[in-house]
């Protein structure tokens, strides 16, 4: 399987919210609320994008409190928690520090931003939530808070958060162009377009079971002579394609179609 | 006259000609410290740059209260270190380090995973590149491998190996210690060897 990062639908989406971001009216509005049931990219995605724009990345924990999170915060931009005494002097470093990175980052003409992940385990948080949202407004830093089911509900108990978070991204399954340009883009046997079809059902527009199923395709189609459509559908009769995420078991493609 | 090769002079002479609220124009103090308009500007930059001087008006100027402090104090501005480094350095936007990034984020990775979240059109071989990259975090106990591996597609392929991150201590990457047994951590400051077997 090639390793290449396909720009689908869902990719596409997250670039537009951020794309809006920078160019929001209101300077406050600059978070972006990403969710969406597991499986659909968000997480490739986001490495991807962190990877690519130095931005800061923190993973939510049940126990987070207030100083958890800026000692984490301030880890994550290289400064020792123990050197910085106080809280007032802890977040006044943050702040500065991300602005800082903030500015390098516009000069190098890239955006920069704090990524929370799994954010639905704090999202109930009044006070986790409120020092996010005085971290993003004191340098209208963009901020990604990801999320999957609870997210979107737990953020309109806070309606002064909610403003500031116009632009949602829910990851939707991907459908037969998404799926198409995953396995054109990262499968090294050519597939036919009544495979492709069948992936886009049986994987219900999961991208791992997509994934899944690319590789399955590949090991088949390096042991035989393909014809000019690639590996079709009766081709792989009866083979395993993916497994059930429901279930764990193999889903074979039928032997009579 | 103000020696004008010395890149200290300057900004010292302009410190003490402006103190006691004086606000000059570049005119003025070229004339008073003979000195040309564009040496002025330099080292009022210079002295802008440490918050001594406030810009009034273009070409005006007049000290601040930390200038009128430095200049009571007969400071002499130097062209050395203006004391300990206190706002971030940049981290270096290379494949290493957007690997670090990535294997941040996805805990349990691949080389192609990697490849995939952390290259860029203009580098070189990147699976090779980060393959030897993730030898140096596993002999060091950054990284380790995990006994199952992700399924491979090439024919008699024994699959991906798995990893890993066993050990965060912060943003920026560590580098591999070329011909040592180790890497060098950036964040801890300081070298970590590599584990025994």
Redesign the interface.
């Known amino acids: 399987?090639k390793?290449?990062?396909v720009e689908t639908t869902n990719v596409q989406k997250f670039y537009a919210a951020l794309k809006r971001v920078n160019e929001r009216g209101a300077v406050e509005a600059c978070m972006v609320v990403v969710d969406g049931k597991p499986g659909l990219g968000k997480?490739?995605t986001?490495?991807?994008w962190?990877?690519?724009t130095?931005s800061?990345?923190l993973r939510a924990q049940k126990g987070w409190d207030y100083n958890w999170l800026i000692q984490e915060l301030l880890?994550?931009?290289?400064i020792d928690p123990v050197t910085v005494k106080g809280r007032r002097e802890k977040f006044a470093r943050v702040i500065s520090?991300l602005g800082?990175?903030a500015q390098?980052a516009s000069l190098m003409g890239q955006t920069f931003g704090l990524v929370i992940?799994e954010c639905d385990l704090v999202s109930n948080r009044a006070e986790i939530m409120e020092a996010i949202r005085g971290i993003s407004d004191l340098r209208f830093l963009p901020t990604i808070l990801v999320g999957m089911g609870t997210l979107r509900d737990n953020l309109r108990r806070f309606p002064q958060i909610e403003s500031r978070a116009p632009n949602k991204v829910e990851f939707l399954p991907a459908d037969l162009a998404d799926t198409n340009a995953l396995i054109e883009s990262r499968c090294?046997v050519q597939v036919a377009p009544d495979l492709v079809d069948f992936v886009c059902r049986v994987s219900r527009g999961f991208n791992r079971e997509i994934l899944d199923a690319?590789?399955h395709i590949?090991?088949f189609g390096?042991?035989i002579d393909p014809g000019p459509e690639g590996i079709t559908l009766a081709d792989m009769a009866g083979q395993a394609i993916m497994n059930d995420r429901n279930t764990g078991k193999p889903v074979c493609i039928p032997a009579v179609m | 006259m103000v020696d004008r090769h010395h890149p200290g002079k300057a900004p010292t002479a302009l410190l003490q000609r402006l103190s006691g609220g004086l606000c000059l124009t570049i005119d003025q103090l070229a004339d008073d410290l003979d000195l040309t308009n564009r040496q002025v500007s330099d080292a009022a930059a210079n002295l802008l740059r440490r918050d001594y001087l406030d810009r009034m008006a273009l070409g005006c100027y007049q000290l601040t209260e930390a200038g009128e402090q430095a200049a009571r104090a007969g400071e002499v501005i130097t062209s050395g270190p203006k004391g300990t480094r206190d706002?971030?350095?940049?981290?270096r936007?290379t494949l290493r380090?957007?690997?670090w990034?990535?294997m941040?984020?996805?805990g349990q990775f691949t080389v192609?995973?990697l490849?995939?979240?952390?290259?860029?059109p203009g580098d070189g071989n990147p699976?090779d590149n980060l393959q030897r990259y993730l030898r140096g975090l596993k002999s060091a106990g950054y990284v380790v491998e995990l006994p199952r591996r992700a399924?491979g597609?090439?024919?008699t392929s024994n699959g991906f190996k798995l990893f890993a991150l066993n050990r965060y201590t912060?943003?920026?990457a560590p580098s591999v210690l070329p011909g040592r047994n180790g890497i060098h951590d950036f964040?801890l400051r300081k070298d970590v060897p590599c584990i025994p077997r």
């Open positions: 399987m390793p290449n990062f997480t490739t986001l490495s991807r962190v990877a690519q130095g800061i990345y880890t994550e931009l290289s520090t800082d990175r390098s992940d090294e690319i590789a590949e090991r390096m042991r | 706002s971030h350095q940049l981290v936007n380090q957007r690997a990034s990535a941040r984020v996805r192609p995973d490849v995939s979240d952390a290259s860029t699976a399924a597609t090439k024919m912060g943003p920026k964040n």
